[in-house]
């Protein structure tokens, strides 16, 4: 076995002038410990992660690495003051990176965990820092929570029906807590007075503000926090929540005062977590860091100009998604939770389409934007609407809860093994339904669109101006954009330049020309002349937990067209947005790295090195304009609820 030492001073070949200091093997090896276990202790879990030392190499190389694409983020100066009702996500990201560089750390798990819950505190899903090696422990609590009202007041209840699910997990879980003697199960139900001392909903909002992440409104951030309903890959599935699924093992217990059903008494019950892996095998600790930690073939770009001019001819298809990490293990619904009705044509996939009783509401359950097949989506759409017509429908409800297309795996009732959802949304298919509802008499079916203009970015775009490819398989590419009379961009138009001037909290932030998408080009289906539906009688229902696409697609509804959007759950008394965040395509930061070594900049000093480490740091690369007012992003006009 390749041993620690080894592995990292392969890594850090290419950085001869830093020291690298690796402390001999210790007594016990915690990772060996818990190798070829699916649950686990969760303090053994973090025994493992914090087996190894802090490192100043990595930190200079991460932090190099998250500086450099930082300057592609297009909101980074709109933290500096986030605008109402936004406030909690202010923050100076660079004086930030500048503290973490100067921070005093004891493991490679404490500068990481910092890194990662610095970014995910902005609480925008497109730009967060992933470091694999400390985010595939999941903690997992018998005890899932959500808001209830029982006679004309909401509390706080562990979900009355955890039993159902959470048995779904297996011996391996539940047969851990049958070990310690530990009765979980008479828990489901329980009304919930107070988590660790706390008020019940006080202990939510602090999840909500320093765990969640993914969504710029807190009371989104709360509706995380419980446990909900979804469709993972093409099934109905149980999402925990953050209360109970947290990507976070530095807790053992939680302590609540509660009521349990069928009693008046107040008791006091410290329930214990089980960290669940979701990681590449490992049998000690050296394997661990070789198979999670090390960067692989997929960690950092490529350089496509060695790929045939076939290959790089197929367009890639932009996404907006949210990767949520603390979605990672959930349970496939039970046949009992499952809708009633018969589902209509078009319903095998991410879209679950049903008739109300009556024939006068048609119900498209949209899970996701990011399906199996992406002909295959349109193609639902097309069924479901025409059953919806052929039965006499008359008015269209869109489900759109917890349509953030995050990445999870997930326990199905047909199988034991878990099943990796697609992670994303295509902001094509958001358009597609959009113009699909809408009728083609309404033109071009997006926002207008811009990417932040710092010098390296235009220094791509003028390389790929001066090589005059049809490249479309970056995106920086010309030949992906149009101008806003639809008409394509040359393969040799520089969008860049001039950049356009931008001022946001009183810096200087200059963009690209304004750009649309070619999603028209992508369209299987034909699109109506007309809506299949009066507009006025469509509306759309959600828990707010809609990222990416969905909030490009449910915004696109509202301003267009003045469609009711309905949003249920938070908590008493506090209002919630119903789109969750801005933004309009991301980069993982292998594609910024593919984009930038495609051109041959790689050697630009304004590039980012690659990553030593097997981490991600996507960023929201492309803002989506707000048709109510072109001079705002959509998630930072703040509109109030119909």
Same mark, same amino acid.
């Given at each position: 076995?390749?041993s620690?030492?080894?592995l990292?001073?392969?890594f850090?070949?290419? @950085?001869?002038? !830093?020291? !690298?200091?690796v402390?001999?093997?210790?007594t016990?090896d915690?990772?060996?410990?818990? *190798?070829?276990?699916?649950?686990?202790p969760p303090?053994?879990?973090l025994?493992?992660?914090?087996?190894?030392?802090f490192?100043?190499t990595i930190r200079?190389?991460v932090l190099?690495?998250? *500086?450099r694409v930082?300057?592609?983020?297009?909101?980074?100066?709109?933290y500096?003051?986030?605008?109402?009702p936004?406030?909690?996500?202010?923050?100076?990201?660079?004086a930030s990176?500048s503290k973490?560089?100067?921070?005093?750390?004891?493991?490679?798990?404490?500068?990481?965990?910092?890194?990662?819950?610095?970014?995910?505190?902005?609480?925008?899903?497109?730009?967060?820092?992933?470091?694999?090696c400390?985010?595939?422990?999941?903690n997992?609590?018998?005890a899932?929570?959500?808001s209830?009202e029982?006679?004309?007041?909401?509390?706080?209840?562990?979900a009355?029906?955890?039993?159902?699910?959470?048995?779904?997990?297996?011996?391996? @879980?539940t047969?851990?807590?049958?070990?310690?003697?530990?009765?979980?199960? &008479?828990?489901?139900?329980a009304?919930i007075?107070?988590?660790?001392?706390m008020?019940?909903? $006080?202990?939510?909002?602090?999840?909500?503000?320093?765990?969640s992440?993914?969504? !710029?409104?807190h009371?989104i951030?709360v509706?995380s926090?419980?446990?909900?309903?979804?469709i993972?890959?093409?099934?109905?599935?149980q999402?925990? #929540?953050?209360?109970?699924g947290?990507v976070?093992?530095?807790?053992?217990?939680?302590?609540?005062? !509660?009521?349990t059903?069928?009693?008046?008494?107040?008791?006091t019950?410290?329930?214990?977590?089980?960290?669940?892996?979701? +990681?590449?095998?490992?049998t000690?600790?050296d394997s661990?860091?070789?198979?999670?930690?090390?960067?692989?073939?997929?960690t950092?770009?490529?350089d496509?100009?060695?790929?045939?001019?076939?290959?790089?001819?197929?367009?890639?298809?932009? %996404?907006?998604?949210?990767i949520?990490?603390?979605?990672?293990?959930?349970?496939?619904?039970?046949?009992?939770?499952?809708p009633?009705?018969?589902?209509?044509?078009?319903s095998?996939?991410?879209? %679950?389409?049903?008739?109300l /009783?009556?024939?006068?509401?048609?119900?498209?359950?949209?899970?996701?934007?990011?399906p199996?097949?992406?002909?295959?989506?349109?193609?639902?759409t097309v069924a479901?609407?025409?059953?919806?017509?052929?039965? #006499?429908?008359?008015?269209?409800?869109?489900?759109?809860?917890?349509?953030?297309?995050?990445?999870? @795996?997930?326990v199905f009732l047909?199988?034991?093994?878990?099943?990796?959802?697609?992670s994303?949304?295509y902001v094509c298919?958001g358009?597609?339904?959009?113009? @699909?509802?809408?009728?083609?008499?309404?033109?071009?079916?997006?926002?207008?669109?811009?990417?932040? #203009?710092n010098l390296l970015?235009?220094?791509v775009?003028?390389?790929?101006?001066?090589? #005059?490819?049809?490249d479309?398989?970056?995106?920086?590419?010309?030949?992906?954009? $149009?101008?806003?009379?639809?008409t394509?961009?040359?393969?040799?138009?520089?969008?860049?330049?001039?950049?356009?001037?931008l001022?946001?909290? +009183?810096?200087f932030?200059?963009?690209?020309?304004?750009?649309?998408d070619t999603c028209?080009?992508?369209?299987?289906?034909?699109?109506?002349?007309?809506?299949?539906?009066?507009?006025?009688k469509?509306?759309?229902?959600?828990n707010?937990?809609?990222?990416?696409?969905?909030?490009?697609?449910?915004?696109l509804m509202?301003? &267009?067209?003045?469609?009711?959007? =309905?949003?249920?759950g938070?908590?008493?008394?506090?209002?919630?947005?119903?789109?969750?965040?801005? +933004?309009?395509?991301?980069?993982?930061?292998?594609?910024?790295?593919?984009?930038?070594?495609?051109? +041959?900049?790689?050697?630009? /000093?304004?590039?980012?090195?690659?990553?030593?480490?097997n981490?991600n740091f996507?960023?929201?690369?492309?803002? =989506?304009?707000?048709?109510?007012?072109?001079?705002?992003?959509?998630?930072?006009l703040?509109?109030?609820?119909?």
């Open positions: 076995m390749t620690l030492r080894a990292l001073a392969a850090l070949s290419g @950085y001869p002038f !830093l020291s !690298l200091a402390p001999g093997p210790p016990a915690p990772c060996a410990k818990i *190798a070829g276990r699916v649950f686990v303090a053994d879990a025994a493992c992660y914090k087996s190894f030392p490192n100043e200079q190389n190099t690495n998250v *500086a930082f300057d592609f983020f297009t909101f980074e100066n709109y500096l003051n986030s605008p109402p936004f406030q909690e996500s202010t923050a100076n990201i660079r990176l973490l560089s100067k921070a005093e750390f004891q493991t490679d798990y404490d500068f990481h965990r910092a890194l990662y819950d610095f970014t995910t505190q902005l609480n925008d899903g497109h730009t967060r820092y992933f470091p694999n400390y985010t595939i422990f999941q997992l609590l018998p899932p929570a959500i209830l029982v006679n004309g007041v909401q509390s706080l209840y562990i009355p029906d955890s039993v159902e699910f959470f048995s779904l997990l297996g011996t391996e @879980y047969g851990y807590f049958d070990s310690i003697n530990f009765n979980w199960k &008479r828990l489901a139900g009304k007075l107070q988590v660790e001392g008020d019940p909903y $006080a202990y939510v909002d602090l999840i909500a503000k320093t765990v992440g993914n969504y !710029l409104d009371g951030r509706n926090v419980f446990t909900s309903y979804r993972s890959a093409a099934d109905f599935s999402r925990l #929540g953050d209360f109970a947290p976070d093992v530095s807790k053992s217990f939680l302590t609540l005062r !509660l009521i059903v069928n009693s008046t008494k107040a008791e019950v410290k329930i214990p977590f089980l960290a669940n892996y979701f +990681g590449e095998d490992f000690d600790k661990y860091w070789a198979n999670n930690c090390a960067a692989d073939d997929a950092n770009g490529i496509i100009r060695s790929q045939s001019s076939s290959a790089r001819s197929i367009k890639k298809q932009p %996404k907006a998604d949210v949520d990490l603390s979605d990672s293990k959930g349970v496939g619904l039970p046949e009992q939770f499952h009633t009705a018969p589902p209509t044509a078009g095998d996939d991410v879209i %679950k389409s049903y008739i /009783p009556g024939n006068k509401t048609g119900v498209m359950f949209v899970g996701s934007f990011s199996r097949n992406f002909g295959r989506f349109q193609s639902d479901a609407i025409t059953a919806f017509k052929a039965a #006499g429908v008359s008015q269209l409800l869109i489900d759109l809860t917890n349509n953030g297309g995050p990445a999870s @795996y997930i047909k199988e034991s093994d878990p099943y990796p959802c697609p994303g949304g298919l358009q597609f339904l959009h113009q @699909y509802l809408a009728g083609s008499q309404i033109g071009y079916p997006g926002f207008q669109s811009t990417q932040r #203009g970015a235009r220094k775009v003028a390389a790929h101006v001066a090589m #005059g490819d049809d479309v398989s970056t995106f920086y590419s010309p030949a992906n954009w $149009a101008f806003l009379n639809g394509i961009f040359p393969n040799t138009y520089n969008y860049d330049e001039p950049v356009s001037p001022v946001v909290n +009183g810096q932030d200059p963009t690209s020309q304004r750009f649309h028209e080009f992508s369209f299987s289906q034909p699109i109506p002349e007309t809506p299949p539906f009066d507009l006025s469509v509306a759309i229902v959600s707010g937990n809609c990222a990416s696409t969905c909030a490009m697609f449910s915004t509202n301003e &267009r067209h003045g469609t009711k959007i =309905a949003v249920f938070g908590k008493p008394s506090e209002q919630m947005e119903f789109k969750g965040m801005a +933004g309009n395509q991301v980069l993982e930061w292998f594609d910024l790295d593919t984009e930038i070594k495609s051109v +041959g900049l790689k050697d630009d /000093p304004l590039a980012p090195p690659d990553l030593i480490v981490s996507r960023h929201n690369w492309r803002t =989506a304009w707000s048709f109510l007012d072109e001079s705002k992003p959509i998630g930072v703040s509109l109030d609820l119909l």
